[in-house]
């Protein structure tokens, strides 16, 4: 494929000490569009076969590549990591110290923590959990609140404390978490939707698993509320304002389930009387074949606002407002309905909705959607959701490369969140609170009132 592909092309093989590939190196070398940059050890296989085959060296063993006053100076230039933080040595760091482990040098961190089986007062799972996120470029502020949005309850009790002292200059704090195997309470499951309750759920969030099963668990701890079970995967849910569950599958087909709203049936004459279709009825028989990827519900003055987004890229309304918009190239992957206010008595339903194609864009059914994307990124959306705030407008939104944006529609202050294993699921609950959901840890986290007035920023 190389071969045949004759574009120029730059190949990087890091830490390469096999010297069975350098023959592999030996064969692309030959190729006179790719360009190829080779790391070995001194000393080992691969770096005495490569020294004597007339590739260019840099040695970095000799003196003539190094800049001392510049390494000093890079030094001080990095105020984030804190007064001493160069002084520890990643090679003998304390892995069961918090501090410790989030200023050391964090490849060697993750060798160290794989070389042993010591859980190190939680810290190893949790470093573990949070994966590539802890490798990238960042504070130890910023990585200690990546480790304590997924330490689990069997940590030591000392190990969260200290974490959140360490992140207490980053914009958001965690509220709570829940991870593989935590008992108490016990964990939800892998997720695969999400969303915020209505009605007397208003205070739960709902989770959707991969068998198909719906949990609510309560938003201020995440302690267990009650379950669905819909028996068929499902991509996307919502909830009506009687606590009714609009449940979008694997076919695009949404089904509705009230069992939550009618736990007992009558009988009798009561069964005949009580036999009349509701507003979410009519809402499902409005519906009628349409089949989507998303699916949100807002209340309105009569049977609310369903959003239905398709594979097409275009998004549908139903209930209140019927009408559709083709708002995006490629599939809908999440939707949020929110009613605006104009003034002290009238509002009017505003749609945002998430594409694969990277934008989320805000659509007022009956009328032309925005010319320009409220947010745009070179990666797709995953899930989204919106809530008013007293700032205006709050957009969540979770993306295919792992970041999570908490984006102020009116003051343009954006804040990122990257928890390191892949985002499934968001939802904004009451009180400012960010459910994120993964398949191994759900973590609620709130912005800092200072972070949300200040200027716009990305973390």
């Not at 008595?345 to 007022?364: H, K």
């Not at 010319?371 to 008013?388: I, K, Q, T």
């Amino acid at each position: 494929m190389l071969k045949s592909d004759s574009r120029r092309t730059v190949i990087v093989l890091p830490d390469l000490h096999d010297d069975a590939v350098v023959d592999l190196v030996g064969d692309l070398a030959a190729l006179p569009h790719l360009r190829l940059i080779v790391e070995s050890r001194t000393g080992s296989a691969a770096h005495r076969q490569l020294a004597g085959s007339g590739c260019a060296e840099l040695d970095l063993d000799l003196e003539q590549w190094r800049d001392p006053a510049r390494f000093t100076e890079w030094q001080e230039s990095l105020p984030a990591l804190g007064s001493g933080a160069m002084a520890i040595n990643p090679r003998t760091v304390d892995l069961a110290d918090p501090a410790a482990v989030c200023h050391a040098d964090p490849w060697l961190v993750t060798a160290a923590f794989e070389d042993g089986h010591q859980q190190h007062g939680g810290l190893r799972s949790a470093w573990s959990r949070a994966g590539q996120s802890l490798l990238r470029d960042q504070s130890p502020g910023s990585r200690a609140l990546t480790l304590l949005s997924v330490l689990g309850d069997g940590a030591d009790p000392r190990t969260a404390p200290a974490l959140a002292q360490i992140a207490a200059s980053e914009p958001w704090q965690v509220a709570w978490s829940r991870v593989r195997g935590d008992v108490n309470p016990p964990w939800p499951g892998p997720v695969t939707a999400m969303m915020k309750g209505r009605g007397r759920f208003a205070d739960t969030v709902l989770i959707a698993d991969h068998t198909g099963t719906i949990r609510a668990i309560t938003a201020d701890d995440a302690t267990a509320r009650g379950r669905l079970q819909a028996g068929t995967q499902l991509h996307s849910i919502s909830m009506t304002q009687d606590g009714s569950v609009l449940m979008l599958d694997g076919s695009g087909r949404v089904r509705m389930d009230n069992t939550w709203t009618s736990p007992s049936r009558p009988s009798g004459l009561a069964d005949l009387l009580e036999d009349i279709p509701t507003a979410d009825d009519r809402l499902i028989t409005d519906l009628g074949d349409h089949t989507g990827t998303a699916i949100a519900w807002g209340k309105g003055h009569d049977a609310g606002l369903l959003a239905l987004g398709d594979a097409s890229g275009s998004v549908h309304t139903f209930g209140d407002i019927t009408s559709h918009a083709a708002l995006h190239h490629g599939p809908v992957r999440g939707l949020a309905v929110l009613r605006l206010p104009l003034d002290d008595e009238n509002d009017v339903p505003i749609v945002y909705s998430g594409g694969a194609d990277g934008t989320v864009r805000a659509w007022a059914p009956g009328h032309p959607a925005m010319p320009e994307p409220v947010v745009e990124r070179g990666c797709s959306v995953v899930s989204l959701d919106v809530a008013l705030s007293p700032d205006g407008p709050v957009l969540a939104a979770a993306w295919s490369d792992g970041i999570v944006t908490w984006t102020s529609c009116d003051t343009g202050v954006e804040l990122r969140f990257r928890p390191g294993p892949p985002v499934r699921a968001i939802t904004l609950t009451a009180g400012d609170r960010l459910v994120i959901g993964m398949d191994e840890a759900v973590t609620c986290m709130t912005v800092k009132a200072q972070a949300c007035s200040g200027p716009a920023a990305a973390r």
